[in-house]
C-alpha cells in the first residue's frame, strides 16, 4: 500500500507542478524609430532593438549571436555578451547594447557590435534556471 501511495504520489508531482518543468523566459522585441532633434535615422543611425520579458526577471546572462553562424557552430563569438556582476534587479524589457544592472560584459570594456540590417539574430536570456530565446532581423530605418 506504502508503495502505491508514492507512486501516486510520483506521478501527481511529475504531472501536475511545475517542480519538473524547464522555467521559460518568453521575449519579444520591436524596432523603433527614436525621433529626435540630434538624431536623425534615415540618415544611417541604427534604430533601437527593444526586447520584453515576462515574466519580468533577475537576468544572470545576456547573449546575442547571428544565427546563421551560430548554427554553423554553437561556439561563435556573440555581438553582444553580459554576465551577472552582482545581484540584478528584475527587468521586463531592455535595448540592444543597453548597461544592464547587475550585469557587466563577459569581456571587460567590450561594447555591443552594431547589428547589421536583413541578417537574423538569436537572443538568449537566462535568469537562474530560467532561459528563453528569440530570433530577431533589424530592419532598416524607413526613408521619409
Do not use: C
Not at 97 to 114: T, Y
Not at 127 to 134: F, L, N, T, Y
Amino acid at each position: 500500500m506504502t508503495i502505491v501511495l508514492v507512486v501516486l504520489a510520483s506521478v501527481y508531482v511529475f504531472y501536475f507542478t511545475d517542480w519538473f518543468k524547464p522555467k521559460i523566459i518568453h521575449i519579444s522585441s520591436e524596432s523603433r524609430v527614436i525621433r529626435s532633434r540630434f538624431r536623425n535615422n534615415a540618415a544611417g543611425n541604427p534604430v533601437p532593438v527593444i526586447f520584453s520579458l515576462e515574466p519580468p526577471s533577475k537576468l544572470t546572462e545576456i547573449k546575442v549571436v547571428p544565427l546563421v553562424e551560430w548554427q554553423a557552430n554553437q561556439n561563435v563569438l556573440p555581438v553582444w555578451h553580459l554576465v551577472a556582476s552582482s545581484n540584478s534587479v528584475p527587468i521586463k524589457m531592455f535595448f540592444y547594447g543597453q548597461r544592464v544592472r547587475g550585469l557587466k560584459p563577459e569581456v571587460p570594456g567590450a561594447h555591443a557590435d552594431p547589428l547589421q540590417t536583413n541578417v537574423t539574430y538569436r537572443l538568449f536570456v537566462t535568469a537562474g534556471k530560467a532561459h528563453g530565446q528569440h530570433d530577431f532581423e533589424l530592419k532598416p530605418a524607413a526613408q521619409n
